[in-house]
């Protein structure tokens, strides 16, 4: 393996490293669009939207202030 020459005069060799994709530490406080990083908290949509979903599961309490509508039927137990 040939050396590359440092292009800095004068300056001492040294290691350059990087690591990318979803190794990298940083991206561990992200939700992960492939679904393989579960939610450890609340999601706070600050008055927000949530657009085009399709089909929502879970259990538990749908707490709405205002209406609920929908453009089919509606089923409760």
């Known amino acids: 393996m040939e050396a590359i020459p440092n292009p800095v005069a ?3 060799g040294g290691i350059v490293a990087m ?3 979803y190794i990298r530490a940083d991206f561990d406080e992200f939700l992960r669009r492939d679904g393989t990083k579960p939610m450890t908290g609340n999601l706070n ?3 927000h939207d949530i657009l085009n979903a399709k ?3 879970g259990s538990g309490t ?9 453009g089919a039927s ?3 137990k």
């Open 10 to 12: 004068g300056a001492p």
């Open 19 to 21: 690591r990318g994709g």
């Open 45 to 47: 949509m600050d008055a």
């Open 55 to 57: 089909d929502i599961l």
């Open 62 to 70: 749908i707490t709405m202030g205002g209406d609920v509508k929908a």
């Open 74 to 76: 509606v089923f409760a």
